[in-house]
């Protein structure tokens, strides 16, 4: 990359310590005269859920943000199951090509993840306890953060990570509404080897179905095991009591959603240490038509600009890759976010809308096939229910190459600005 003019001075604002804040300011450190400060409303980082998958494409941008080497454990994923949760019928089976790959896909902890990007963020650059309360478009003095705690700042940029319930985004895009999708997951870690007479399928990370619910269980290293429950509740109903993130719930509630399941299956929910399970909502909200706002003060990254409700189960590495290519769009044009922002937001918007695409054509294929069945039973309605990638070219999610892309980008501009 080769800037051909002397970049502007640029404070940044990144509201969220998530893995996309974190990842957007390491790759923002290395772009010359920029002041990059994070603010988190949590009183400590802590992520909170259990496991994480990071694949080619998460790999990729942590590589390049420099922080690979640092994620050192995991349960590799070169194999995943679909099995019917009644019968125990293996209904689908992927092996990855390990030839294929630099390194392995990993099922990992959470707090891994968060760990190995801390260790590349200075400490002074993260404030905690700091929950945002408003933002303000100051014009050309720039964006107003005022916090809970009653303090303020001004920034030449926003970066709202602060996911799918984004007070930026708020802000910037008032009329914008998530909406709860119906899908209550349940989430729990605890050690193997508490449940590792039960089968040895256990060991292999797959998905249990029944028609309207499924188990996920993995091992996500250090001896530790994942379990992610999920069953559908009315949004007429339930939309009301529904928050979206990590909801301590007693044991009999989560295990009374499955017991059509088989005997070890069950046997395994229940033993989840009593307080082992947090119960997470999914949100979901439209495409939006920008990532940027107020003049090209505020952009979206991560969550916050793709309301998905986790779908395709790698958004982690989204948001590492929107900060990794805003990060360079700002470094292109010398810190300019008259021209940085519209680049960005035509790089990453593209690829948001292709998702938003690619799930609406999955859910009617879906659907069209139980229709052409007429009747289906259970078995055949837990078939249709396979996540795999169904015949579909899905590298350009799961192995997409962000500095490719980025590569490919300066080719078609032609010149340096």
């Not at 092996?95 to 294929?100: L, N, S, T, V």
């Not at 991560?302 to 360079?328: N, P, V």
Request: charged share 20%; aromatic share 10%.
């Amino acid at each position: 990359m080769t800037v051909s003019i002397k970049p502007n001075p640029l404070k940044i604002a990144i509201v969220g310590g998530g893995p996309g804040g974190l990842g957007t300011a390491i790759a923002l450190f290395k772009i010359p005269n920029v002041e990059v400060t994070i603010y988190e409303q949590a009183s400590a980082l802590r992520e909170v859920g259990a496991g994480i998958s990071v694949g080619s494409n998460s790999w990729k941008v942590l590589e390049l943000l420099g922080v690979a080497d640092a994620l050192d454990s995991g349960h590799e994923t070169w194999t995943t199951l679909n099995l019917n949760g009644k019968s125990g019928e293996e209904l689908h089976r992927r092996e990855r090509d390990k030839a294929k790959f630099k390194r392995a896909p990993v099922r990992t902890q959470r707090t891994k993840l968060q760990s190995a990007l801390l260790s590349h963020v200075q400490p002074e650059t993260i404030q905690l306890s700091k929950k945002v309360s408003n933002v303000v478009d100051r014009g050309a003095a720039g964006v107003e953060l005022t916090f809970k705690d009653g303090s303020s700042t001004i920034a030449d940029l926003v970066v709202g990570a602060d996911g799918i319930r984004s007070a930026v985004r708020d802000a910037a895009w008032p009329d914008y509404e998530i909406k709860f999708t119906g899908t209550t997951i349940w989430r729990a870690l605890l050690p193997y080897a508490s449940v590792q007479d039960l089968d040895a399928r256990f060991q292999i990370t797959g998905w249990w179905h029944t028609p309207t619910t499924h188990v996920y269980f993995s091992p996500v290293g250090e001896g530790l095991w994942e379990i992610a429950a999920r069953a559908w509740h009315d949004p007429a109903v339930h939309s009301a009591s529904k928050v979206s993130w990590g909801v301590p719930v007693e044991n009999a509630h989560v295990e009374s959603h499955f017991t059509e399941y088989l005997p070890q299956i069950q046997e395994a929910l229940a033993r989840v240490p009593p307080g082992g399970w947090r119960e997470f909502a999914a949100f979901a909200g439209p495409e939006l038509s920008t990532l940027t706002a107020w003049d090209h003060k505020v952009v979206l990254v991560g969550d916050s600009s793709h309301a998905l409700s986790g779908a395709f189960g790698s958004g982690a590495g989204f948001a590492m890759e929107d900060g990794w290519i805003l990060a360079q769009c700002l470094g292109y044009f010398g810190n300019d976010v008259s021209k940085a922002l519209p680049l960005f937001d035509k790089i990453r918007l593209s690829y948001y809308a292709r998702m938003y695409t690619h799930l609406a054509s999955e859910a009617a294929r879906r659907a069209k096939k139980l229709d052409d069945i007429g009747d289906p039973s259970f078995d055949e309605r837990v078939a249709n229910k396979i996540i795999s990638d169904g015949g579909v070219d899905m590298s350009w999610i799961y192995e997409n190459d962000i500095e490719a892309v980025w590569e490919d980008t300066v080719k078609e501009m032609g010149s340096q600005p």
